[in-house]
């Protein structure tokens, strides 16, 4: 994969936390979804297999309805902190 094009590519996860952070603070599971499934299927094109798997996961999780609203920051924590990490990565190796 072009380092160019993944510098890029985690360049636009700020975006992306930001939309979940909201669609979280709002409890809406539609846009939650919708979120997962377009980053599980771009993260694991781009290589990033464990964020891929993170996000299948949750998807799942959130399709069966197996958590609460109360349970989506829980749920969400520790991919918005994957996110954080690979984010801060790229800024690091960017500059």
């Known amino acids: 994969m072009n ?45 990033y297999e464990t964020l891929s798997a993170r996000c299948t996961q949750i998807e799942e999780m959130l399709m069966s309805d197996d958590c609460n609203d109360d349970q989506l920051v829980e749920l969400f924590e520790p991919l918005l902190t994957m996110m954080k990490e690979l984010c801060s990565k790229n800024v690091d190796t960017a500059g």
């Open 3 to 47: 380092e160019a094009l993944q510098q890029k590519y985690l360049a636009s996860f700020n975006d992306k936390i930001e939309l979940m952070e909201q669609a979280l603070a709002g409890h809406d599971r539609q846009v939650l979804i919708q979120k997962v499934h377009q980053l599980a299927g771009s993260s694991g094109s781009y290589g």
